[in-house]
């Protein structure tokens, strides 16, 4: 079985913290993604990578960034949070193609 | 950029009635792929189209993908209280990294 798993299930900050959130798979999957979910507006997409090293900006990168540093691993890094960053943060990871991705449980961040 | 767009954003139905979500792209997708988020879980996959008027069936659950591959649908029978969750479509574009574009997703709640 695909697993994914995410560092926190719960987490709060406070606005101008630097966070961090990981997400780890254990299938060798090439690509790896983060997406924010809020009510409304489905999975957006934050950043996702397609190799170690190698990243992309998806729909929302604004104060963002991401690390991927080896295969397995890919974090997501708020510089400086701020309360309209709380969100619900769901990592997943796909082999290379068009195929299925496999989600982590979720982190849900609150900013205060 | 590739928008997928997803209704209606919430549907009621009592035990026993059908169930149809929407799906349209404003892009020619290579794919669609269909995926079930239970209250509080992730969201899993549950199947991929990817030929032009295609027709999948897995029990009472019926998806299509137009024959413009711009469009799909979702078709429940008969909805039992297990089918509680929101459903997403996502849409893959080919040679496309990323892979996939969410919709907002459809929120069912079957009432019993």
């Known amino acids: 079985d695909v697993k994914v798993t995410q560092s926190s299930r719960y987490l709060v900050k406070r606005t101008g913290e630097k966070v961090f959130l990981e997400c780890v798979q254990d299938m060798d999957h090439e690509n790896m993604f983060w997406y924010r979910q809020d009510p409304g507006l489905g999975l957006r997409l934050i950043y996702f990578?397609?190799?170690?090293?190698?990243?992309e900006k998806g729909d929302i990168p604004e104060g963002y960034s991401v690390s991927r540093e080896k295969k397995e691993r890919f974090s997501l890094i708020l510089e400086s949070a701020s309360t309209n960053q709380t969100s619900m943060y769901l990592c997943?990871?796909?082999?290379?193609?068009?195929?299925?991705?496999?989600f982590g449980p979720g982190t849900r961040l609150t900013v205060t | 950029g590739q928008q997928v767009m997803q209704i209606p954003q919430y549907q009621h139905v009592q035990e026993g009635e059908d169930f149809t979500t929407y799906c349209n792209s404003s892009t020619t997708l290579s794919n669609i792929q269909w995926y079930k988020q239970r209250p509080g879980g992730h969201p899993v996959f549950l199947i991929q189209?990817?030929?032009?008027?295609e027709v999948k069936k897995q029990k009472r659950l019926t998806f299509q993908f137009g024959e413009a591959k711009k469009n799909s649908s979702l078709h429940i029978t008969a909805t039992q209280t297990t089918d509680v969750g929101t459903y997403f479509c996502?849409?893959?574009?080919?040679?496309?990294?990323?892979?996939?574009?969410f919709g907002s997703g459809t929120q069912l709640t079957v009432l019993p």
């Open positions: 990578s397609y190799d170690v090293k190698m990243k």
């Open positions: 997943a990871s796909a082999f290379f193609g068009n195929v299925e991705q496999y």
């Open positions: 189209l990817v030929k032009s008027g």
């Open positions: 996502a849409g893959g574009a080919s040679g496309s990294a990323r892979q996939l574009t």
